[in-house]
C-alpha cells in the first residue's frame, strides 16, 4: 500500500502538492488574521441596583391580609428589604 501510494504521489505532482499546501494556507491565513486582529479586552463589571430610578415601582400587589406560604413570604421580605434600603440610599 505504502509503495502504491507513493507512485501514486510521484505521478500526480500537482495533486499531491495541492493536497499539501492547502491546509498550511488556511493555517497561515488565519495566524495571520488572528494576530492582526484588535485585542479584545475585559469590560468592566456592570452593577445592578435600583439607584438611576428615581421612584422604584414594584408591579405586585396583593390584597390585605393576604399571607403569602413560609418561604415564598421568605422571599419576598428579602426583595422588600433591598428596595427599601436603595430608596433609602438615594
Do not use: E, W
Amino acid at each position: 500500500m505504502i509503495v502504491k501510494l507513493i507512485l501514486h504521489a510521484v505521478r500526480n505532482v500537482a495533486m499531491s502538492l495541492t493536497q499539501i499546501v492547502t491546509p498550511v494556507f488556511f493555517v497561515a491565513c488565519a495566524c495571520g488574521i488572528i494576530m492582526t486582529l484588535p485585542s479584545v479586552q475585559d469590560l468592566p463589571p456592570l452593577y445592578l441596583n435600583l439607584s438611576r430610578f428615581h421612584v422604584v415601582v414594584v408591579p405586585y400587589l396583593l390584597p390585605d391580609g393576604t399571607q403569602l406560604p413560609g418561604q415564598l413570604q421568605r422571599l419576598a421580605d428579602s426583595y422588600r428589604d433591598v428596595i427599601v434600603s436603595q430608596v433609602r440610599h438615594s
